[in-house]
Protein backbone atom coordinates (compact mmCIF):
# COMPACT_ATOMS: atom_id res chain seq x y z
CA UNK A 1 0.00 0.00 0.00
CA UNK A 2 1.26 3.76 -0.22
CA UNK A 3 2.46 5.38 2.11
CA UNK A 4 -0.41 7.93 3.51
CA UNK A 5 0.35 11.31 3.48
CA UNK A 6 0.01 14.64 6.03
CA UNK A 7 -0.99 17.82 4.53
CA UNK A 8 0.09 20.59 7.31
CA UNK A 9 -2.46 23.17 5.77
CA UNK A 10 -1.93 26.99 6.16
CA UNK A 11 -3.32 29.32 3.31
CA UNK A 12 -6.76 27.32 1.73
CA UNK A 13 -5.85 28.22 -1.73
CA UNK A 14 -2.53 26.40 -1.99
CA UNK A 15 -3.21 23.56 0.41
CA UNK A 16 -6.11 23.18 -1.85
CA UNK A 17 -4.37 22.55 -5.15
CA UNK A 18 -1.21 20.71 -3.54
CA UNK A 19 -4.45 18.37 -2.52
CA UNK A 20 -6.23 18.14 -6.12
CA UNK A 21 -2.51 17.94 -7.65
CA UNK A 22 -1.79 14.77 -4.95
CA UNK A 23 -5.43 12.91 -6.03
CA UNK A 24 -5.43 13.83 -9.59
CA UNK A 25 -2.00 12.79 -10.61
CA UNK A 26 -1.74 9.80 -8.06
CA UNK A 27 -3.41 7.96 -11.45
CA UNK A 28 0.14 8.47 -13.16
CA UNK A 29 1.73 5.52 -10.40
CA UNK A 30 -1.48 4.09 -9.25
CA UNK A 31 -3.58 3.10 -12.40
CA UNK A 32 -7.04 5.00 -12.54
CA UNK A 33 -8.86 7.08 -10.30
CA UNK A 34 -6.14 5.28 -7.47
CA UNK A 35 -4.31 7.84 -5.09
CA UNK A 36 -2.63 7.69 -1.80
CA UNK A 37 -4.09 8.18 1.10
CA UNK A 38 -4.26 12.05 2.18
CA UNK A 39 -5.59 13.77 5.12
CA UNK A 40 -5.55 17.53 6.09
CA UNK A 41 -5.22 19.54 8.99
CA UNK A 42 -5.85 23.04 8.70
CA UNK A 43 -5.39 25.63 11.97
CA UNK A 44 -6.91 29.42 10.97
CA UNK A 45 -4.82 31.37 8.85
CA UNK A 46 -5.28 34.53 11.29
CA UNK A 47 -3.70 32.04 14.01
CA UNK A 48 -0.63 32.07 11.82
CA UNK A 49 -0.43 35.47 10.80
CA UNK A 50 -0.79 36.79 14.33
CA UNK A 51 2.21 35.12 15.05
CA UNK A 52 4.13 36.04 12.03
CA UNK A 53 3.51 39.92 12.20
CA UNK A 54 4.93 39.79 15.43
CA UNK A 55 7.99 37.97 14.40
CA UNK A 56 7.46 34.86 16.16
CA UNK A 57 8.52 31.98 14.18
CA UNK A 58 8.58 29.87 17.32
CA UNK A 59 4.71 30.04 17.42
CA UNK A 60 3.96 29.25 13.79
CA UNK A 61 6.48 26.39 14.20
CA UNK A 62 4.20 25.41 17.26
CA UNK A 63 1.08 25.29 14.99
CA UNK A 64 3.01 23.32 12.34
CA UNK A 65 3.66 20.57 15.10
CA UNK A 66 0.32 20.60 16.43
CA UNK A 67 -1.08 19.55 13.01
CA UNK A 68 1.75 17.46 13.00
CA UNK A 69 0.61 15.52 16.21
CA UNK A 70 -2.87 15.23 14.60
CA UNK A 71 -2.15 14.02 11.02
CA UNK A 72 0.26 11.21 13.07
CA UNK A 73 -2.24 10.35 15.46
CA UNK A 74 -4.66 9.24 12.31
CA UNK A 75 -1.83 7.71 10.65
CA UNK A 76 0.22 9.64 8.02
CA UNK A 77 3.21 8.25 7.62
CA UNK A 78 5.04 11.74 6.45
CA UNK A 79 4.31 15.34 6.00
CA UNK A 80 3.96 18.07 3.54
CA UNK A 81 3.60 21.63 3.78
CA UNK A 82 2.01 23.70 1.16
CA UNK A 83 2.89 27.08 2.43
CA UNK A 84 6.62 28.45 1.71
CA UNK A 85 6.53 31.16 4.20
CA UNK A 86 6.07 29.12 7.18
CA UNK A 87 8.63 26.83 6.16
CA UNK A 88 10.75 29.17 7.93
CA UNK A 89 9.89 28.03 11.00
CA UNK A 90 9.95 24.50 10.21
CA UNK A 91 13.85 24.06 11.81
CA UNK A 92 12.05 24.89 15.59
CA UNK A 93 10.02 21.91 15.36
CA UNK A 94 11.35 19.29 12.81
CA UNK A 95 13.21 17.43 15.84
CA UNK A 96 9.99 17.39 17.94
CA UNK A 97 8.06 16.13 15.03
CA UNK A 98 5.98 12.39 15.01
CA UNK A 99 6.57 12.01 10.99
CA UNK A 100 9.38 13.54 9.00
CA UNK A 101 8.92 16.14 5.95
CA UNK A 102 9.28 16.73 2.37
CA UNK A 103 10.80 20.41 2.81
CA UNK A 104 9.29 22.72 -0.44
CA UNK A 105 12.65 24.08 -1.12
CA UNK A 106 14.54 21.08 -1.47
CA UNK A 107 12.45 20.10 -3.67
CA UNK A 108 12.14 23.04 -6.16
CA UNK A 109 16.04 22.98 -6.06
CA UNK A 110 16.38 19.83 -6.61
CA UNK A 111 14.08 20.40 -9.58
CA UNK A 112 16.30 23.37 -10.94
CA UNK A 113 19.48 21.24 -10.81
CA UNK A 114 17.58 18.34 -12.99
CA UNK A 115 16.31 21.27 -15.38
CA UNK A 116 19.51 22.32 -15.57
CA UNK A 117 18.99 26.04 -14.54
CA UNK A 118 20.98 28.58 -12.61
CA UNK A 119 20.29 31.33 -11.70
CA UNK A 120 16.61 31.41 -10.20
CA UNK A 121 14.36 34.38 -9.44
CA UNK A 122 12.50 34.25 -6.07
CA UNK A 123 8.98 35.14 -5.62
CA UNK A 124 6.42 34.58 -2.81
CA UNK A 125 5.53 36.84 0.35
CA UNK A 126 7.88 39.41 1.80
CA UNK A 127 8.20 37.00 4.44
CA UNK A 128 9.34 34.45 2.49
CA UNK A 129 12.09 36.09 -0.16
CA UNK A 130 13.60 37.61 2.58
CA UNK A 131 14.13 34.64 4.30
CA UNK A 132 17.03 31.93 3.78
CA UNK A 133 14.14 29.40 2.80
CA UNK A 134 15.16 29.40 -0.66
CA UNK A 135 18.73 30.76 -1.07
CA UNK A 136 19.86 27.99 1.91
CA UNK A 137 18.68 25.72 -0.53
CA UNK A 138 19.55 26.64 -3.88
CA UNK A 139 22.88 27.52 -2.98
CA UNK A 140 23.59 24.20 -1.55
CA UNK A 141 23.16 23.22 -4.73
CA UNK A 142 25.35 25.60 -6.53
CA UNK A 143 22.64 27.59 -7.51
CA UNK A 144 22.65 31.41 -7.60
CA UNK A 145 19.21 33.66 -6.81
CA UNK A 146 17.57 37.44 -7.06
CA UNK A 147 15.40 38.29 -4.83
CA UNK A 148 12.56 41.28 -5.51
CA UNK A 149 13.69 44.77 -4.65
CA UNK A 150 12.25 46.34 -2.00
CA UNK A 151 8.97 47.83 -4.20
CA UNK A 152 8.43 44.68 -5.62
CA UNK A 153 8.26 42.62 -2.43
CA UNK A 154 5.57 44.86 -0.50
CA UNK A 155 2.99 44.81 -4.25
CA UNK A 156 3.92 40.94 -4.07
CA UNK A 157 2.66 40.56 -0.91
CA UNK A 158 0.34 43.04 -1.03
CA UNK A 159 -1.07 40.93 -4.03
CA UNK A 160 -0.98 37.59 -2.07
CA UNK A 161 -2.19 38.24 0.90
CA UNK A 162 -5.02 40.50 0.10
CA UNK A 163 -6.22 38.75 -3.50
CA UNK A 164 -4.60 35.48 -3.86
CA UNK A 165 -5.15 33.86 -0.59
CA UNK A 166 -8.97 35.07 -0.64
CA UNK A 167 -8.60 33.40 -4.53
CA UNK A 168 -9.06 36.89 -6.15
CA UNK A 169 -7.46 36.18 -9.34
CA UNK A 170 -6.95 39.61 -11.31
CA UNK A 171 -4.88 40.78 -14.59
CA UNK A 172 -3.67 43.27 -12.59
CA UNK A 173 -2.21 40.72 -10.50
CA UNK A 174 -0.88 38.57 -13.60
CA UNK A 175 0.56 41.63 -15.22
CA UNK A 176 2.69 42.83 -11.83
CA UNK A 177 4.33 39.27 -11.87
CA UNK A 178 5.47 39.28 -15.06
CA UNK A 179 6.67 42.71 -14.74
CA UNK A 180 8.60 41.11 -11.66
CA UNK A 181 9.53 37.96 -13.50
CA UNK A 182 10.51 40.42 -16.62
CA UNK A 183 12.96 42.37 -14.76
CA UNK A 184 14.67 39.10 -13.07
CA UNK A 185 15.00 37.66 -16.87
CA UNK A 186 16.95 41.12 -17.57
CA UNK A 187 19.15 40.18 -14.89
CA UNK A 188 20.30 37.03 -16.27
CA UNK A 189 17.56 34.55 -14.01
CA UNK A 190 16.96 31.46 -16.40
CA UNK A 191 13.74 30.42 -14.17
CA UNK A 192 11.91 31.20 -11.50
CA UNK A 193 10.31 30.02 -8.16
CA UNK A 194 6.29 30.58 -7.96
CA UNK A 195 7.41 30.92 -4.26
CA UNK A 196 3.61 31.15 -2.85
CA UNK A 197 2.04 28.14 -3.44
CA UNK A 198 -1.20 30.37 -4.78
CA UNK A 199 1.33 31.99 -7.40
CA UNK A 200 0.29 29.45 -9.60
CA UNK A 201 -3.48 29.49 -10.00
CA UNK A 202 -2.52 33.00 -12.04
CA UNK A 203 1.02 31.97 -13.41
CA UNK A 204 2.29 29.06 -15.43
CA UNK A 205 4.94 28.86 -18.11
CA UNK A 206 2.37 29.60 -20.72
CA UNK A 207 2.28 33.50 -19.06
CA UNK A 208 6.00 34.13 -17.75
CA UNK A 209 8.72 35.35 -19.09
CA UNK A 210 10.78 32.84 -17.61
CA UNK A 211 10.13 29.41 -17.03
CA UNK A 212 8.50 28.28 -13.63
CA UNK A 213 9.61 26.18 -10.68
CA UNK A 214 5.98 25.57 -9.51
CA UNK A 215 6.42 24.64 -5.93
CA UNK A 216 2.90 23.34 -5.32
CA UNK A 217 2.94 20.68 -7.42
CA UNK A 218 6.50 20.14 -7.35
CA UNK A 219 5.62 19.06 -3.94
CA UNK A 220 2.45 17.59 -4.42
CA UNK A 221 4.82 15.48 -7.24
CA UNK A 222 7.69 14.66 -5.03
CA UNK A 223 4.91 13.42 -2.25
CA UNK A 224 3.67 10.92 -4.63
CA UNK A 225 6.85 9.31 -5.24
CA UNK A 226 7.68 8.90 -2.11
CA UNK A 227 4.64 7.43 -0.87
CA UNK A 228 5.10 5.36 -3.66
CA UNK A 229 8.67 4.33 -3.29
CA UNK A 230 8.52 3.87 0.46
CA UNK A 231 5.93 1.96 0.50
CA UNK A 232 7.50 -0.48 -2.72
CA UNK A 233 10.75 -0.29 -0.46
Given at each position: ???HI ?24 LG ?56 QA ?144
Amino acid sequence: MPQHIGIVACSAEGAALCYRTLCVEGARFLGPHAHPEVSMHTHSLADYMQCIYRGDWQGVGELMLSSANKLAKIGADFLICPDNTIHQALSYVEARSPRPWLHIAEVVAAQAVERGFRRIGLTGTRWLVESEIYPEKLSARGLEYVRPDTTEREELNRLIMEELVYGVFKPEAVACFQRVIGRMSAEGCDAVVLGCTEVPLIMSDSNSPLPTLDSTRLLAQAALRRAVQDAAA
